[in-house]
């Protein structure tokens, strides 16, 4: 099986701070990554998917790179709606799909 | 809009059976695969269940396998997830989510999630 690693696994930051979170494939997965965000009490969001494509809706702000094993989402100017946990999933092992265990984002 | 309706959740003993039921709206839901996604109390997501469009596919996390079953009643735009022999660790909100490709192919994405139903194993 795939496993996801994430760092850091809590970030503090400030309204404007660039945030950048990595995750890592335990073996290749192409570009088959996408980056959620979760707020307390909330079902995920979609935010990047294929490792790079900005889901509709989502702020500019957010950008997702990388292919093979490292990925980073960034978030280019933190937001106050921006605090909230991210999760990767990798969607190449089919149809074992695994989540990174999350990375927090709150206000420093 | 896209609806994604949960239901079902209880509380159940352990070596209990439920039945999860996820209403579909807002996009033509045969054309797509759907999934089950659970998160314990306090803890990450981890996916437990896929259905092909027409029912003809399903595929199971190992955690889960061989106890759940996924399937999917088109006519009815509905999903669910048969839930037998449960666990003390299968207590999670379990979420219904959309596949972001449709028709014959898998994307593995997410890009719709139901707000979650509460499913508590206890004695």
């Known amino acids: 099986d795939i496993q996801m690693t994430q760092s850091p696994s809590s970030v503090s930051a400030s309204v404007g701070d660039r945030v950048t979170i990595t995750c890592r494939a335990s073996?290749?997965?192409?570009?088959?990554l996408a980056w959620y965000q979760q707020k307390p009490g909330k079902a995920p969001k979609l935010l990047i998917y294929?490792?790079?494509s900005l889901q509709s809706g989502v702020p500019s702000r957010f950008s997702g790179s990388g292919s093979g094993t490292d990925f980073t989402l960034t978030i280019s100017s933190l937001q106050p709606e921006d605090f909230a946990t991210y999760y990767c999933?990798?969607?190449?092992?089919?149809?074992?799909?695994?989540f990174g265990p999350g990375t927090k984002v709150d206000i420093k | 809009e896209v609806q994604l309706v949960e239901s079902g959740g209880v509380v159940v003993q352990p070596g209990g059976s439920l039945r999860l039921s996820c209403a579909a709206s807002?996009?033509?839901?045969?054309?797509?695969?759907m999934h089950w996604v659970r998160q314990a109390p306090g803890k990450g997501l981890e996916w437990v269940s896929l259905?092909?469009?027409?029912?003809?596919?399903?595929y199971y996390a190992d955690s889960v396998k061989g106890r759940f079953t996924i399937s999917r009643d088109n006519s009815k735009n509905s999903l669910y997830l048969q839930m037998n022999s449960l666990r003390a660790e299968d207590t999670a909100l379990y979420y219904c989510?959309?596949?972001?490709?449709?028709?014959?192919?898998?994307?593995?994405?997410?890009?719709?999630w139901g707000q979650g139903t509460l499913v508590t194993v206890s004695s």
């Open positions: 807002g996009f033509t839901f045969d054309d797509y695969a």
């Open positions: 999933q990798q969607a190449n092992s089919f149809p074992l799909f695994t």
């Open positions: 259905i092909s469009w027409d029912g003809g596919s399903t």
């Open positions: 294929a490792a790079s």
């Open positions: 989510a959309k596949d972001i490709i449709g028709g014959y192919s898998y994307g593995g994405h997410f890009d719709y």
């Open positions: 073996q290749g997965i192409s570009s088959w």
